[in-house]
């Protein structure tokens, strides 16, 4: 199936919405009459859950802090104030600044669902002499299940797994549930490969409890009834009419305002929330949207959130997590690190030193061949073969460094000669800031970029090493991703203040590389839309799911949207057009007839198409 047949499969389920709604759904329509029909939802949390108020204290022998109930002694490391709870619970890190403050970093073990550990910011205040305090507030480890079962005429069930954190349903092509009197086996069939047991568990009818291991993924889960209003839908089965309302002033930082006073056609705008709201969950491919926002001429004025995500929810980046790397780096620069875009790779990761016997390809590897994927190393994530992929590199065991993992990976081709998209270059990217700062990166986004921004909350990967992941899964609060398309389109300022220096700023954002058959700059896609009777350049954070922060420059226009649709290439596919198709239509310029219809245009991406990673001669 073609690529523009995809998008028109996805978008006619988006118009019949409504009417098929009204109709009522095959779920509730089956459910009465047979006691596994109907829709189902299970939720499990995962420790250690510790947060809370943290006291940290000046004593006569050092240090000490006061943290969940208990008196834990502060050691110093390397200028770092660092203690650890017992039996692995988690530990912080923090360093005091010249104005009196802790800057600190709380760092949480794996789990069940975030395999990898990741650290938060813990800022503490001065509380009085030898006294700071502040709070912990870790990435929660949850996970929640939805399973939709509809009847068989062979007494079984076809099934939609849908799972908001992983996609895990599509990820394991789940697709039928097989009941024998109370047991129950989960059936799922990837592409290409045979049918193979997914779970097992059991129905307990008289409680209306179902119950289902799920190998590697916490155990078991029990499952409830889940009703019309679950967040299985957008906002329900039948979400009604969708008015519009300006996003609230919450002095985070976001001037507001309404679409009309910024040029953006509110009724168009309503008709494509509505369609979201619409859209029917009961396929394995349905859009999976938790958030959209815009902002225009720097104010926000749109904020809407589905499925029970909501403004105060951390949310994941996957890849577009690269370009949060980037953009620390760049803040870096411009703050003066010891760090340029000409620094050689294996000089600063050698502390200074180029290693004897060095392939001559590898002393030639830059900073800025890592931002734009040009190193040459053989590690394409779309070659199962590449030795430097970043399957390879975080499903083995034997380097849980992935700064030393990566180092030895060999050459494909001459730095700078083409980009592949290879995680482990803007991973190796932060290790530099790291090795040139001697310190952790994220205290680098800290003090340069979330501060400035008002970036209170976050949530960054960490390697087995306890380094800061570079190639994505940062996660944020969405109204923070929208700040930083707005630092971008700045041109690299937030509120009057330079962050990012200008022309890394623009050669961020610009086609310095073909890779996927449209352009790359530093950690960047770049992308030329359909609008009126011309086109605009667009470039954007992308990641998997349809996590993308869209920014516009020519209309002064920034768009995040957040969704979950994980594992399937269509729905990802239809989310990133989600700009060209539906909103660069309602956005008007000065002089445009306010009364002109607005309506949905056809936009095919190449993205993802080739992998066509050729060098953009002279592009800036």
């Known amino acids: 199936m073609t690529l523009l047949r995809l998008m028109a499969a996805l978008t006619l389920p988006l118009c019949l919405a409504s009417a098929a709604r009204s109709q009522g759904s095959p779920e509730s329509a089956a459910a009465p009459a047979d006691p596994l029909a109907g829709l189902w939802r299970a939720t499990s949390r995962f420790g250690p859950d510790t947060r809370g108020p943290l006291l940290i204290e000046r004593t006569g022998e050092g240090y000490s802090a006061d943290f969940v109930g208990r008196r834990l002694p502060v050691r110093m490391e390397r200028g770092e104030l660092v203690f650890e709870l ?14 009196g403050r802790i800057l600190g ?16 910011p813990v ?5 009085g002499h030898g006294r700071w305090r502040g709070m912990v507030a870790p990435l929660q480890d949850s996970f929640t299940l939805y399973l939709l079962a509809r009847p068989r005429a062979d007494g079984n069930y076809d099934v939609v797994l849908r ?61 409830s009834r889940a009703g019309d209003e679950s967040d299985f839908y957008p906002r329900g089965r039948q979400p009604g009419h969708y008015a519009y309302r300006a996003p609230p002033a919450l002095g985070d930082g976001w001037p507001v305002a309404t679409l009309q006073q910024e040029n953006i056609d509110r009724a168009g705008m309503e008709r494509f929330v509505q369609r979201l709201l619409d859209e029917p969950m009961e396929q394995p491919e349905s859009l999976q949207v938790h958030a959209l926002l815009v902002a225009r001429h720097g104010r926000l004025v749109l904020e809407e959130y589905f499925h029970g995500y909501h403004r105060d929810l951390l949310h994941e980046s996957r890849s577009a997590g690269k370009s949060m790397a980037s953009v620390t780096i760049g803040a870096a620069l411009e703050a003066g690190a010891p760090l340029s875009l000409t620094s050689a790779v294996y000089q600063v990761m050698y502390r200074g030193h180029f290693p004897p016997d060095l392939d001559p390809l590898k002393r030639r590897m830059t900073l800025e061949h890592l931002l734009t994927m040009s190193s040459g190393y053989y590690c ?11 399957e390879i590199m975080i499903n083995q065991t034997e380097e849980p460094d992935y700064y030393r993992f990566t180092l030895p990976v ?11 998209y290879c995680s482990a270059s803007p991973n190796l990217a932060l290790g530099m800031l790291g090795r040139a700062t001697g310190e952790l990166p994220v205290y680098s986004f800290d003090r340069l970029v979330a501060e400035p921004l008002g970036i209170a909350r976050y949530s960054w990967p960490l390697d087995g090493a306890g380094n800061p992941y570079g190639g994505g899964g940062v996660q944020l609060l969405p109204r923070d991703y929208l700040k930083i398309g707005q630092l971008m389109l700045n041109g690299g300022t937030w509120n009057g203040r330079r962050i990012l220096g200008r ?17 790359y700059g530093y950690n960047w896609w770049v992308e030329d839309f359909p609008y009126k009777d011309r086109t605009v ?46 909103i660069l239509p309602a956005v008007r310029e000065p002089g445009d007839d306010p009364n002109a219809p607005v309506a949905p245009r056809d936009f095919t991406s190449p993205y993802g198409r080739s992998t066509d990673g050729s060098r953009v001669t002279g592009g800036n």
């Open 163 to 223: 799972n908001p954190d992983r996609d895990l349903g599509n990820q394991l092509g789940v697709n039928r549930l097989v009941r024998d009197g109370d047991r129950l086996r989960l059936i799922g069939q990837r592409t290409g490969q045979p049918e193979r047991e997914i779970a097992a568990g059991r129905f307990d009818a008289e409680n209306a409890v179902l119950t289902l291991f799920i190998p590697g993924r916490g155990g078991s889960y029990d499952f």
């Open 410 to 420: 060999p050459m494909a081709t001459p730095p700078g000669d083409n980009s592949v």
């Open 105 to 120: 970093h709380w760092f949480r073990p794996g789990g069940p669902v975030n395999n990898a550990g990741s650290v938060s």
């Open 86 to 99: 017992p039996d692995g619970q988690g530990g912080f890190r923090g360093k005091l600044e010249r104005d």
């Open 503 to 519: 022309d890394f700023a623009r050669r961020a954002g610009s086609p310095l590389y073909h890779l996927r058959n449209i352009y």
């Open 537 to 582: 350049r667009s470039f954007s954070a992308r990641g998997a799911g349809g996590q993308t922060i869209e920014v516009v420059p020519e209309l002064d226009l920034v768009v995040v949207t957040l969704a979950a649709n994980y594992a399937l290439r269509p729905p990802q596919v239809a989310i990133n057009a989600f700009v060209p198709r539906y």
């Open 123 to 127: 800022r503490l205040a001065s509380d």
């Open 380 to 390: 394409d994530d779309t070659d199962e073969a590449a030795p430097g992929g970043e």
